[in-house]
């Protein structure tokens, strides 16, 4: 076995340890979405049918947000072999992460394979290491906080993310055994269906790679070409059909989207285009037009994305990123700027220095036309490139060493000092490393318990133990507890078909209702039960029941009255 197969092998096995170690505790609650997803999958399995009934949906109308379906179908045979628990429900999630870090081994070793000349082999320099880069680059994304981070939950960026990075390996692979050009288009295909910024992101990239390997694409035999354009309209006629007969195929991209927050956007320059307009001011009128104010948030959304502080050092919201923590270690910064440099100077191939460089423009593309930016998942897509940028820094600043060292033979104090930076180093990323291993695995729950919406496992043991004597049991749907139905039944596993015909309302079944409690006005009858927070109560009342959050402050209560 070779030395580098050996590592590479090395290298996922602990990328896998990372991802599935505590993978159903840590973090130690699903959210919503997760709990959505499995709950739906179990219905599917069941039924064939979505929680509204839809049969096979390729979208799935969960909390009104019309999100594609492809990782429910994926979590499917995981939750008939582990039953409809957590770990079942992230597992798909973390066997692609550990997919996506095998691919970009072999992406970066495609990209970076080309023989320098034997002229560029004597000097040392970046490109005369390239060799070095696949393993590096592995191990990076390997360790990395923003691709644990999301591969260690029911994400559906994860996994479109995985089936993009085998898509772009199989188009390069593509170009010499044609083939597996039809693997490349399933591929890209697949993460359309899986999570909705690829519709995005997909397409801006697909054009870049046959842009920039047009040579070989248009020289490419005609019947493989023709081919490849059939596979590409199967893959894309179920999407198509559901764009032109499902009104809400587009919900979710149209209720992030700056139109959807439209008001909020242009009332910062209505005022001054309406006195622009007054005083016949030209120059007013023309800057303050609505579409300058979305270019300007476009822009500006675009940009965030770039923002250093949110990469390294306090990223989005708490379900995004480890606290204390940004997406991408702080060690990791001279090393990507360098990189950068490196690749954009050095004799890289051509098309590898475009494909890479533009891939890292379009990535916060589809972010940007949204709002809530920046926003980690919707910039999965960056990775590997970050990764990519960091090997090529770490290999430059090991190539400038190496050649320092020949040229000027340092004496014994000089190499000391060399090598004793270079051991502080070290124990700087080894510490920075271990302080996130910590932040993620020890402090994350106890910190952003809230955030993971920790408590209803807790609140629906309870609920089992005291329904039997209560005909009614009422769960808040608002504040902590907005979506309160999904939890209820994911951890009742309450039979999908029995749902399907009982669902009313709020998602009313059986006896429990899920709707706001007005407390002052709820009836005291001592045959109801309530599930809700604390401010949902009088100050007087005392539960039955109380499931804190791991900080101690107040999380769920349960209520009679």
């Known amino acids: 076995m070779k030395k580098n197969t050996i590592v590479l092998l090395i290298i996922i096995i602990f990328a896998a340890a990372l991802r599935l170690w505590q993978l159903g505790t840590v973090p130690l609650s699903p959210d919503w979405d997760e709990a959505a997803l499995g709950y739906n999958a179990y219905s599917i399995m069941q039924t064939g049918k979505d929680e509204y009934s839809d049969t096979l949906p390729i979208v ?10 492809l990782y429910v179908y994926f979590a ?13 429900v992230r597992l798909p999630s973390a066997l692609f992460g550990i997919l996506t870090v095998l691919a970009t ?23 005369s290491y390239s060799s070095y880069l696949p393993l590096l680059t592995t191990f990076l994304l390997a360790i990395s906080p923003w691709h644990m981070q999301f591969s260690r939950v029911a994400f559906e960026a994860n996994m479109a993310l995985s089936f993009i990075v085998f898509g772009v390996l199989f188009f390069l692979k593509g170009l010499y055994k044609p083939w597996l050009l039809v693997l490349s288009i399933i591929s890209f295909g697949a993460s359309l269906y899986t999570y909705q910024s690829e ?13 920039i ?5 248009f020289s490419l035999p005609k019947k493989v070409l ?20 499902d009104a809400n195929y587009l919900a979710r991209a149209r209720g992030v989207s700056l139109l959807s927050t439209q008001d909020a956007v242009l009332k910062q320059d209505e005022d001054k285009l309406l006195k ?19 270019g300007k948030e476009i822009v500006s959304g675009y940009l965030a994305h770039f923002d250093l502080n949110w990469l390294f050092i306090h990223g989005d919201i708490a379900r995004h990123h480890a606290p204390g923590m940004g997406l991408l270690y702080l060690w990791e910064l001279p090393f990507l700027l360098i990189g950068i440099y490196l690749l954009f100077c050095m004799p890289f191939s051509r098309q590898t220095k475009l494909l890479i460089f533009l891939w890292f423009a379009i990535a916060p593309i589809p972010a940007s036309i949204t709002n809530g930016v920046p926003h980690a998942v919707r910039t999965l897509n960056f990775l590997p490139i970050f990764q990519i940028f960091t090997a090529i820094g770490l290999v430059g600043a090991f190539a400038w060493f190496v050649s320092k060292y020949k040229m000027q033979n340092l004496k014994p104090k000089k190499i000391v000092i060399a090598y004793s930076f270079y051991l502080l180093l070290f124990i700087l990323v080894l510490v920075n490393v271990a302080y996130y291993l910590n932040q993620y695995f020890v402090q994350q729950d106890y910190f952003n318990s809230q955030e993971w919406q920790y408590g209803y496992k807790e609140a629906v043991s309870e609920v089992i133990k005291r329904e039997g004597s209560h005909d009614k049991v009422v769960v808040a749907n608002t504040g902590i507890l907005d979506q309160s139905y999904i939890f209820f039944l994911f951890y009742l596993q309450y039979p999908p078909a029995d749902y399907q015909k009982e669902r009313s309302g709020e998602h009313n079944f059986e006896k429990y209702e899920f709707r706001k409690i007005d407390w002052s006005k709820e009836q005291k009858d001592g045959k109801t039960l309530y599930v809700g927070q604390k401010d949902d109560f009088s100050d007087a009342t005392t539960p039955l029941h109380q499931v804190t959050f791991l900080n101690g402050e107040s999380g769920i209560l349960i209520v009679d009255r």
């Open 105 to 127: 081994y072999f992406l970066v070793k495609e990209l970076f394979g080309h023989k320098t000349n034997d002229e560029e082999r004597k000097k040392t320099t970046p490109s």
């Open 60 to 69: 799935l109308q969960s909390f009104g947000d019309y999100k594609p379906a």
């Open 76 to 88: 499917l045979p995981f939750i008939a072999l582990f039953g409809l628990d957590v770990f079942a």
């Open 276 to 294: 622009a307009k007054e005083q016949g001011d030209i120059m007013g009128q023309i800057i303050y037009n609505r579409r300058i104010t979305y």
């Open 213 to 217: 390997y047009r040579k070989q694409v």
């Open 199 to 211: 519709k995005v992101f997909v397409p801006l990239l697909a054009i870049t790679l046959v842009l």
């Open 226 to 245: 023709i081919r490849s354009s059939i596979v590409v309209l199967l893959v894309c006629l179920p999407m198509l059909y559901s764009f032109v007969t």
